[in-house]
């Protein structure tokens, strides 16, 4: 029998429009962790350039939380998630910050160092 990609894979999203670096990058992993069931294997991290000066401080606070996970990430003025309602939303020019996550069972991820 086959397994299909859906009863292989498992996705989260989360959104935050919260001020506070600390309490956005708190609030998705706490979401996506509780979505998942799991701490994830792959994150990616979209962050509003309302929090651009405070970019250098993301990885160290996401990493904190989410020790050793391969994590993929931008800025941009716009970031789309999950609400509190499981809706999807987008925020432009507001502070906010999304985390979209998976756990990839039986697959492998490796990571690499890349720069643009």
């Keep these: 029998m086959t397994e299909s990609i ?12 919260r001020p506070s670096l ?3 990058v708190a609030e998705v992993v706490q979401k996506t962790k ?3 069931n799991k701490t994830p294997d792959l994150g990616f991290v979209f962050i509003s350039s309302a929090f651009a000066s405070e970019y250098s401080r993301l990885m160290p606070l996401l990493q904190e939380q989410l020790p050793k996970l391969p994590i993929v990430g931008c ?3 716009g970031v789309i998630g999950m609400d509190r309602y499981e809706q ?3 925020v432009e020019g507001g ?3 999304g985390v979209d996550s998976s756990i ?3 697959r492998q991820c490796s990571c690499f160092p ?3």
């Design 22 to 24: 600390e309490a956005a």
């Design 88 to 90: 999807a939303e987008e």
């Design 34 to 36: 509780d979505s998942l």
């Design 75 to 77: 800025g941009g003025s």
């Design 6 to 17: 859906t009863d292989s894979m498992k996705w989260a999203s989360a959104l935050s429009t």
């Design 104 to 106: 990839l069972t039986r």
């Design 114 to 116: 890349s720069r643009c």
């Design 95 to 97: 502070a906010s910050s």
